[in-house]
């Protein structure tokens, strides 16, 4: 019996696929490698339960072939669907990004799971499903909800086919609504691109919008702990949990104060206009995870502690 990552090469899935080794589980990973990286694979190649396939998802006579070959050896008991474009910029220039590489491998998974008769399926799905909702705190059962971005929009899409498959065919879907994750191996976001500023002009920072934008960070390794809880832990046929912090959250103006301090103490930040850094992004909000609480997990970090363990690991991979 085996467990399939999409997306095995980007930044949770790499954070999964180790917890799920360190398990004794038996783990195929997939990736195109268009965001993700070989390179974070490496630790995972000489160990006999980790199989890697270089195949894009969104293509699906190479997704069946894969997992045909895959259901002879090791058959697949549960799909731990990851896969999307990461780039919200990028989808809202282009919006055949977000369909091909977030909704279509969703549909492709769960095509082939219900060809395949593979059970379960765990998915990454995301705040961005809410749109702009401002200090309106953010509960699983809040609506309507109102994506301002195409990768929010076809997150949502993505729950919605998820739900019907679940009526038809899966015996299992948990949704997992992440908020900003944030770790390494950092692949994109705020801290990374601050630290890779600052490496480049180590004198000033620019950033974009007013640094007003508050959210609330959680670290990855939390992120992988929350998500085996909630698989372990929740009896639903369907589970929906956002996945957060728990608290309020800090600012973009905290988060450039906090890496200058420990990457380029001299440096002048300089504040850009408007309190959004790109359209489609979302400047505040407040994620609620009580049903999570009442299931029985809780972070240990809040944002400002996860920021500050995050920029440290950032900094050192960018170093290295």
Known sequence: MSILVTGAAGFVGTNLIRKLLSEGEIVIGVDNFCRGSKNNLIEFLENPNFIFHEIDISDFSKYQKMILKAQSKFPIV??????????IPAGIEDSSIDLRDTFM?????????????VPSIFFASSSAIYGDLGDTPLSENIGPTLPISNYGAMKLASEAAISAASESYLKRACIFR??????????????????????????VLNVLGDGTQKKGYLHVDELIDAM????????????LFNIGCGDQGITVQDIAEETVRQLSPQANILYGAGNKGW???????IYSIE?????????????????????????DQEKA
Do not use: C, Y
Not at 279 to 285: A, I, L, N, S, W
């Open 228 to 239: 085996l809880f909630i698989k372990n832990a929740s009896k639903e046929k369907v589970s």
């Open 279 to 285: 359209v489609g992004d979302v400047p505040r909000f």
């Open 78 to 87: 549960e799909i731990w669907h990851l896969a999307a474009n990461s780039d």
């Open 291 to 315: 049903k999570l609480k009442k299931l029985g997990w809780s972070p240990t970090l809040n944002s400002a502690q996860a920021v500050k363990k995050a920029i440290s690991e950032i900094i």
């Open 178 to 203: 992440f908020p900003n994750v944030i770790g390494i191996p950092a692949t994109h976001g705020v801290m990374l691109d601050f630290i890779k500023k600052l490496i480049a002009t180590p004198l």
């Open 105 to 117: 491998t969703t549909l492709n998974t769960l095509t082939l799971m219900k060809e395949f008769n």
